[in-house]
């Protein structure tokens, strides 16, 4: 059964700091794994998305990193600010026994940045 | 500016009761896709359309029904055999492809009184 593991479940920071999320995944045949911000009450916003080929995709202070031999992945927050505070979601795009395409979803990481 | 659009924005329903989630969008994307989500859950998919006129159930499709008669618009109907109906639901759509990203309405939450 494809799945997608997150952790932490939630995290606490100083504004300001750096931290680093990580995301395992089982889903094979891998196709691309992606990251979303969703904060509270609203839909999910895409950061970053990586294929196979991609071992790392920057946008602005968040950093995706790509290992698809461990089949891990994380994202790096530089200089955190207090709009970071969201859920971060961790995608990975595969293929099904039957062969059709999915995403499979993590439960995503809670990061609170306090100041 | 392009975007997708859902509402309304907040939905009360009572048991019994057929309710729809309206879900437009002006990216000129074919694919959409309806999930669910739940406090501490990855989000479900519950139907898809990758073209007009046709549509798929995804994993969680019991109690839902969907229509895709124009390319922007993908309505959501939850009927009174959702046994669990409340949640938080986001329309999504796309272009055709596996990586192409997905752009996310602002969601609906639908709770049963």
């Known amino acids: 059964k494809n799945q997608v593991e997150q952790s932490p479940q939630s995290l606490i920071i100083l504004e300001g700091k750096n931290c680093t999320l990580q995301c395992n995944y089982t889903v094979s045949p891998f196709s691309n794994l992606r990251w979303y911000k969703q904060d509270t009450g609203r839909g999910p916003v895409s950061l970053t998305i990586m294929t196979f080929s991609e071992n790392t995709k920057s946008n602005g202070r968040y950093t995706a990193t790509l290992d698809a031999d461990t089949k891990q992945s994380s994202l790096h927050i530089t200089a955190s600010q207090l709009s970071d505070s969201a859920s971060y979601i961790c995608v990975v795009g595969g293929y099904s026994g039957a062969g059709s395409y999915q995403l499979t979803f993590g439960k995503g990481t809670k990061l609170s940045v306090i100041p | 500016d392009g975007g997708i659009t859902q509402s309304p924005k907040y939905l009360f329903r009572k048991e019994g009761q057929n309710v729809t989630l309206s879900c437009e969008q002006n990216l000129n994307h074919d694919a959409m896709y309806w999930y669910r989500q739940d406090p501490g859950q990855g989000l479900r998919l519950i139907y898809y359309s990758q073209i007009v006129n046709d549509f798929q159930k995804g994993d969680i499709a019991e109690g839902y029904s969907v229509s895709r008669e124009k390319k922007e618009s993908f309505p959501l109907t939850v009927t009174s055999a959702q046994k669990n109906p409340t949640a938080f639901y986001l329309c999504?759509?796309?272009?055709?492809?596996?990586?192409?990203?997905?752009?996310f309405g602002s969601g609906t939450r639908l709770t049963v009184v």
């Open positions: 999504a759509s796309s272009r055709q492809g596996a990586n192409y990203g997905y752009t």
